[in-house]
């Protein structure tokens, strides 16, 4: 069984590196790898964790195969618990989904083993671990799902912090907040806790992002505080 391990993932190597485009080859990684899920307890675990990830490239980006996809996500996690990167890209799955609840659930335990620095990260593969910041984005996206302002308000906050300029997570925060009934003069004073509203560039940040979600009197409210600003220097 090994050696049937390392045979598919010679074949899959060489496809990935572009040299060769044949079918029957293909069929046989397919085979190949099946063998070792099914039949492989002693197959070394790099070459499993490639086998079930296979599987799940060849169905992850089709939207009519998300369902198949999630079935693959719970069998890798099954047998790699805890790990890192299937259990973000479970999430992110999930959010597609809009299974929000459980990406949540998900993506919050995730934020809570890498800041545990009791929790070893041996076991993970641990590509997530270099942008953990991809993390929070997804959580983000949840949260907007699930319409939770407090955490909305939380996680963007982490993100506009490292990057005040991401009118990608600016729009869709104060239109959601708008969404939530919350009021003008609460929406700025929670983007205080992000942006330096005696700064005329912050406002404009927030008045270029309000007006793109189509919360135009918000907008024209924080123009018209720039303008008093730069007035005044």
């Given amino acids: 069984m090994q050696v049937k391990a390392y045979l598919a993932d010679s074949l899959w190597g060489s496809y990935v590196m572009g040299n060769y485009q044949n079918a029957e080859e293909l069929a046989e990684v397919d085979l190949l790898y099946d063998d070792v899920l099914r039949n492989g307890p002693d197959v070394i675990p790099s070459i499993k964790r490639k086998a079930h990830e296979h599987f799940i490239a060849k169905v992850c980006d089709d939207p009519s195969r998300y369902n198949e996809c999630e079935d693959l996500y719970c069998k890798a996690l099954e047998e790699f618990p805890g790990d890192l990167d299937f259990s973000y890209y479970y999430a992110c799955l999930l959010n597609k989904m809009e299974k929000y609840g459980k990406a949540f659930e998900i993506l919050t335990g995730l934020e809570s083993a890498l800041t545990d620095e009791s929790v ?113 220097t």
Avoid: W
Avoid at 151 to 165: G, H, N, P, R, W
């Fill in 120 to 232: 070893s990260k041996s076991k993970y593969s641990g590509s997530v671990i270099i942008d953990p910041l991809v993390i929070i984005n997804q959580i983000l996206l949840a949260a907007q799902g699930l319409g939770d302002v407090d955490s909305m308000v939380k996680y963007a906050a982490v993100l506009l912090a490292a990057d005040k300029t991401q009118q990608n997570i600016l729009c869709p925060f104060i239109s959601t907040l708008f969404k939530h009934g919350v009021l003008e003069d609460e929406v700025l004073k929670l983007l205080g806790n992000i942006y330096n509203l005696n700064e005329p560039g912050d406002l404009l940040l927030i008045a270029r992002a309000a007006k793109s979600c189509g919360s135009i009197k918000f907008a024209t409210m924080i123009i018209t505080i720039a303008n008093e600003l730069m007035a005044e």
